[in-house]
T-cell receptor
């Protein structure tokens, strides 16, 4: 199957700093990537949909100035949590769908656990 | 709009016993249905998918699911549980296979396997 890789897997930062999480499709071109947030013992909450070369579409209630998403190439999307606060601590997961592999399913990255002190 | 209901939050079975994880969906259009598994601190891995072909779908690790339109269900089963099956399982529904089509996830079910 297709491989999606996220980096970093774990990140700890101080309150007020910004953190960037990368999501790469390693063996296919991802025209669309999705960013999710997952709280402990809960389901995935879709934050935004990003399409290569255009602005991300954010879900209702997600602050676009807080969670900056860039999808500059067909293999890379980034999520930047700006001025992070403890309530932003969470597990962030990206997923991708695209190209000849687009048969409906999403391929997920390993996730990035953010802890804001 | 689509939605998924996964009743209960936790299922516990003995090793070697049948695994049954329930999923009911709601969709205004013919649905595409998926089961994903998540191990601790990892992303999601696709177990199987229904995309309007055969109603009985076989996936990885011995899992299978049957699409029943009359019951709006897509329950996941495995004849004999292994310890390694302990994980979180998510059912998801989509309206299409288009690039921008969103997956809507259920809240997930934790499967525990007793020795």
């Amino acid at each position: 199957g297709a491989v999606v890789s996220q980096h970093p897997s774990w990140v700890i930062c101080k309150s007020g700093t910004s953190v960037k999480i990368e999501c790469r499709s390693l063996d296919f071109q991802a025209t669309t990537m999705f960013w999710y947030r997952q709280f402990p013992k809960q389901s995935l909450m879709l934050m935004a949909t990003s399409n290569e070369g255009s602005k991300a579409t954010y879900e209702q209630g997600v602050e676009k100035d807080k969670f900056l998403i860039n999808h500059a190439s067909l293999t890379l999307s980034t999520l930047t949590v700006t001025s992070a606060h403890p309530e932003d601590s969470s597990f962030y997961i990206c997923s991708a769908r695209g190209g000849s592999l687009s048969t409906g399913e999403l391929f997920f990255g390993e996730g990035s656990r953010l802890t804001v002190l | 709009a689509q939605s998924v209901t996964q009743l209960g939050s936790h299922v516990s079975v003995s090793e070697g016993a049948l695994v049954l994880l329930r999923c009911n969906y709601s969709s205004s259009v013919p649905p595409y249905l998926f089961w994903y598994v998540q191990y601790p601190n990892q992303g999601l891995q696709l177990l199987l998918k229904y995309t309007s072909a055969a109603t009985l779908v076989k996936g990885i690790n011995g899992f299978e699911a049957e699409f029943k339109k009359s019951e709006t269900s897509f329950h996941l089963t495995k004849p004999s549980a292994h310890m390694s099956d302990a994980a979180e399982y998510f059912c998801a529904v989509s309206a299409s296979t288009g690039a921008n089509s969103k997956l809507t996830f259920g809240k997930g079910i934790t499967l525990s396997v007793r020795p």
